[in-house]
């Protein structure tokens, strides 16, 4: 069983934010003190008992906007690191294991879509397809697993070599035997540090877009739609788009510190029970 | 040449003493509270100028760490807690960073296993074996690499003038390892330690670098401190012999008294430690495995490694392969289980001819013939628990799941004199000779006809390899199995085989039974494989050298 005691401190305070930010984003709808896109107040309104961060650039309480913010960036980034994981990384190890024109072919078409840049591939993939929910997810998907496709098809290129591998193929054990069974648990932990980098990537890249104007749209609230609505008030001295900000780094810091944590119990080879 | 900065206590004939020599080491269990573990416990040791000094023992004895802690030197997170280690008439654990600088490579040097992993791969060989004396001052650059040439030249080195311009990896391993020792040498030291600097080589190589050694520790009256767990080979180059276990002394003494008349058991094992009598069965009319005219290339056919090679391999019995690193025995194995589809020729097994390709085979042909790794700790998977690596085959051969898995996978533990407890064990829980028990057992697991052994004892202690062989044998006898074993250890063969094959550049030199093939009259390879291995008995070494024919291969 896990023990508490034995959790480092950066993994407490990483674990324990992670699970605001989730309570957070789940049950939105209960936590958020007003609605989405309900107008309480005026402009810019400074912190106070009746809006505890203040009010936004159109007077909505920039609480409830940041807990709504939370569920849809969160979601959004979370699946879009899933389908990268899955699809990168069962395609990394099968191209590892495999080899010869499976292999050169899918890295080249890798290379290919590696050569343009993330951001200006997304945008226009997305200035041509309908901005919806499913639409970013796939998109931001797709194009991160290009990352983690060159991640896991380099471990496991490595621990495709070692005897054990070759003893299971001595065996005649098929193909997906040795990915899931001899190579996974192997590649666990470069792929674990990378999720956590992967998934605050993807946090980052999907503000990025919400920023530029073709990621979450607006009503709906997303914390790098937040920082866009709100960044004139900068000059005027008014922190309503940094809160968003630093939400985002919070997010960040925290998801690393867990990712990290778990990092440590993986490369155990005895089984993480010392 | 110029004159040494530091003052030689010529007057007194003692360099080295070490008292109550003391050695932890920090283990970090997890999730237990990191403890201090004692790696060596109360050694004292005593080396006169210009003696050698050998440490024999097992892996983990601290042979190694008693070796370094005379430059006061702890490797990996070890720490000298207790005791003294006086060179030259000075306490140099007390010495401070400043004093321990100008004693590393002056006084002592360090010649490592590994010389091709202990080699700055970028730098020109010339460039490392002269640095220690420039930077220490001891020599101006020319005076160092004159001497190094002249070192090069005593090591019998080929082209000593020019060798100095290579790189690591344009020279080969026993080259390098006798470079290495020119480089402890250049510096003139009082001290040199040897740090198993012949155990990664050949053993027809072996002998070249033994015998320089010897002779540059004659003649340039250097003393040495020499790491070794053959005790044939040091019973060739050191005065006295010190027997080392998990960190306590076992037994000192002059090296004709280790080896003719050892006072402790334990020193009697190491000694006796090779003889296992086999007794040699008769080929039969039916070989199980018939390797006919086989020629195998690496890079499609632009590297020849094997050169119509034909052996045979009868019911329940051994062939053992001989040769050096580089004559093609493991490719052998490889083109046997088609990992490494032959060019030409065939290979019948069980009166089946197998297809050449690995993906084309049958999975009876899969099963019936099973592998052990040289190396077990790679050989399995180090996040699969026991339990799952010995009971995977019977899962996938034979669709034994559950309880019957469980009962056959102790049932098979039990065949290999392991416990119970160790089903759910992981392969880093276990010791190297466990790990390779655990790998038999997967074989066995199997049910195989032929089992390919491939240098499956070279990585282990002695003592810990011969209860692997001995356990080989008593399973040969309940199971009926024949064993094609891969090897360059002779004494391994003697104890083992039924018949053997010598290889040498990818091809079979010598063929034939046991008493025949190890019977005179010898070719001259057979000769030289056979004279070069070591045997525990003075002016060995001298003997062999002198017989010689040949040259060894891999120089």
Known sequence: MLNLKLIPPGALIGLFLCAVFLFVAVFARWVAP??????????WEPASSKYLLGTDNLGRDLL??????????????????ALSFTLGSILGFAAAVIGGWFDTIMSRFVDLLMAIPTL??????L????????????????LDSTRVFRLSRAVAVDINVMDYVEAAKLRGEGTGWIIFREILPNALSP????????????VLFLSALSFLGLGVQPPAADWGGMVKENKEGIVFGIPAALIPAGAIAALAISVNLVADWILNRTTSLKGGRG | MAKKTRTKPSSEGRLLEI?????????????????LVTIVDGVSLTLERGKVLGLIGESGAGKSTIGLSSMAYGRGGVQITGGEVILNGRDILKAGKEGVRKLRGNEVCYVAQSAAAAFNPAHRLMDQVVEASVLHGTATRAEAEKRAKHLFRKLSLPNPDTIGERYPHQVSGGQLQRVMTAMALCSEPDLIVFDEPTTALDVTTQIDVLAAIKDAIRDTGVAALYITHDLAVVAQVSDEIMVLRHGKLVEWGGTRQIIKEPRQEYTNALVSVHHIEHEEHKPTANPLLSVKNVTAAYGGGAVKVLKNVSVDIHPGQTLAVVGESGSGKSTLARAITGLLPPEQGSITFAGRTLSNALKDRKRDDLRELQMIYQMADVAMNPRQTVGTIIGRPLEFYFGIKGAERDRRVAELLDKIEMGKGFVDRYPAELSGGQKQRVCIARSLAAKPKLIICDEVTSALDPLVAN?????????????????????????????????????????????????????????????????????????????????????????
């Not at chain 1, 200006?120 to 993939?125: D, H, M, S």
């Not at chain 2, 064993?483 to 990818?506: E, N, W």
């Open chain 1, 120 to 125: 200006i591939f997304g945008l226009v993939v």
């Open chain 1, 191 to 202: 792929l674990v540090s990378e999720l956590g980098l992967r998934f605050i990537y993807a």
């Open chain 1, 64 to 81: 409830s906007r940041m807990i709504y913010g939370a569920q849809t960036t969160i979601t959004i980034a979370a699946l879009a690191t």
């Open chain 2, 467 to 555: 209860g692997i062989l001995k356990l080989l044998l008593g399973l040969q006898k309940e199971e009926d199995v024949a064993y094609l074993f891969i090897t360059h250890d002779l004494a391994t063969v003697k104890s083992i085989a039924d018949s053997i094959a010598v290889m040498y550049r990818g091809e079979v030199v010598r063929y034939g039974s046991k008493s025949k093939v190890l019977a005179p009259p010898f070719d001259a390879y057979t000769d030289l494989l056979l004279s070069s291995v070591p045997e525990m008995e003075i002016g060995w070494l001298e003997k062999a050298i002198k017989g010689r024919r040949m040259e060894a291969g891999g120089n």
């Open chain 1, 34 to 43: 007003y609605g989405l896109g309900e107008i309480v107040g005026g402009v």
């Open chain 1, 127 to 142: 200035s041509v397809l309908p901005s919806t929910i499913l639409t970013l997810i796939l998109v931001m998907g797709l």
């Open chain 2, 19 to 35: 008292r109550n020599l003391k050695i932890e080491a920090k283990v970090y269990p997890p999730g237990e509270t990191p403890r």
